[in-house]
């Protein structure tokens, strides 16, 4: 899939920050994403937010729920739900290729420590064939 970020992909990734395409979110079905982070982060927080471009101006597009989960000696699953409210409202597919591209950021709280970038990236919402409910 052609990105329209592929600079700030490619910078992230150099930062260490992964510069990663999660799996495209279908419109209207707003399905969680598990991510098994490989150390105990059981006692930290999580924040996750999309937008159309990186430093777009004004309020985000998406922002996420997140919880999460214990640590089981190897993962600590860490799961991020679409808003319901803002998913709904998604930017409609201007170019119509049944995509629409937004950028995320998944900020990091250990426990007692300062809040930085865990991982960045991007993902794509992707149109639906069915009709609505």
């Not at 490989?38 to 985000?60: C, E, K, N």
């Not at 930017?91 to 290729?97: E, Q």
């Not at 990091?108 to 300062?114: L, N, Q, R, S």
């Amino acid at each position: 899939m052609e990105t329209q970020h592929a600079d700030w992909l490619r910078r992230a990734k150099a930062d260490g920050h992964g510069g990663v395409t999660l799996p495209s979110l279908v419109r209207d079905v707003p399905d969680p994403y598990v991510m098994n982070v490989p150390i105990d982060v059981s006692g930290d927080a999580f924040t996750m937010t999309s937008r159309i471009a990186p430093d777009a101006a004004g309020a985000t597009v998406l922002d996420y729920a997140t919880e999460v989960g214990a640590f089981d000696g190897e993962f600590t699953p860490v799961t991020f739900t679409p808003n319901s409210t803002k998913f709904d409202a998604l930017l409609a597919d201007a170019d119509a290729d049944g995509l629409v591209e937004l950028v995320f950021d998944i900020l990091w709280k250990p426990d007692g420590g300062t809040q930085r970038r865990f991982l960045a990236g991007n993902h794509f919402i992707s149109g639906k064939v069915t009709p609505s409910a």
